[in-house]
């Protein structure tokens, strides 16, 4: 499949040519239900805890509140305008960083080692813009786990928790996801060299990701 896991990714692949928009939809439904399960794994796995903590009560809010370990939530100072350029930006940053490093005309990351670049690609993002709401980056990632939170206990709080903030990890990366693969495309793609006889294809499957 290419291992997206990212419907931002997945869309930007769409909008760009390197994979096909039939497959959009079956792409993000698979993202969307390893997200749900992951979270309910994590759930089932910790539920003790959970009920230690919080006193037997799933809060969304408030000093016990564990629903922030499923999805993002604003910090209390964050609004929705910053919290939406902050997704945008990061997801914009990851897309364009994911084509540098699958773009065979660049010099590229050691074969077989892509997965373990876009990794660590993943955990700077997080660290240096993740203190807003947690860097999503990933609608599938944020929206599976809170459908998840909303029919597990925490209830419809997780879409109206932070001056509903819901919408925006799953608008901003796909926006952001196709504005970095556009700046790649923009001002790297188009001014590498001709490709030479029979390197299409294999820049085709680059970004398919067919490597991860």
């Not at 897309?95 to 590229?108: C, G, H």
């Not at 932070?162 to 608008?171: K, L």
Request: charged share 10%.
């Amino acid at each position: 499949s290419g291992g997206h896991i990212n419907p931002a990714v997945s869309l930007a692949m769409c909008v760009t040519g390197r994979l096909k928009w039939t497959k959009l939809p079956i792409y993000i439904l698979a993202q969307l239900l390893g997200a749900f399960v992951g979270a309910a794994a994590v759930f089932g796995i910790y539920y003790d805890a959970f009920m230690e903590y919080s006193n037997g009560t799933l809060e969304v809010t408030g000093p016990n509140a564990t629903a922030h370990i499923f999805a993002t939530y604003p910090a209390p100072y964050l609004s929705l305008i910053n919290g939406f350029a902050d997704q945008v930006m990061s997801t914009a940053v990851l897309l364009l960083a994911i084509f540098a490093i699958f773009d065979t005309r660049n010099n590229s990351v050691p074969k077989g080692l892509e997965p373990i670049a876009v990794g660590l690609l993943i955990i700077v993002l997080t660290c240096s813009l993740g203190m807003n709401s947690g860097c999503a980056m990933n609608p599938a990632r944020d929206l599976g786990p809170r459908l998840f939170t909303a029919v597990a206990g925490w209830g419809m709080e997780v879409f109206t928790a932070g001056n509903n903030w819901w919408w925006v990890p799953i608008v901003a990366p796909m926006l952001g996801g196709v504005l970095g693969a556009m700046i790649y495309i923009v001002f790297i793609e188009i001014h590498h060299s001709d490709t030479q006889p029979g390197e299409e294809s294999d820049v085709y499957d680059k970004y398919e990701l067919t490597n991860m």
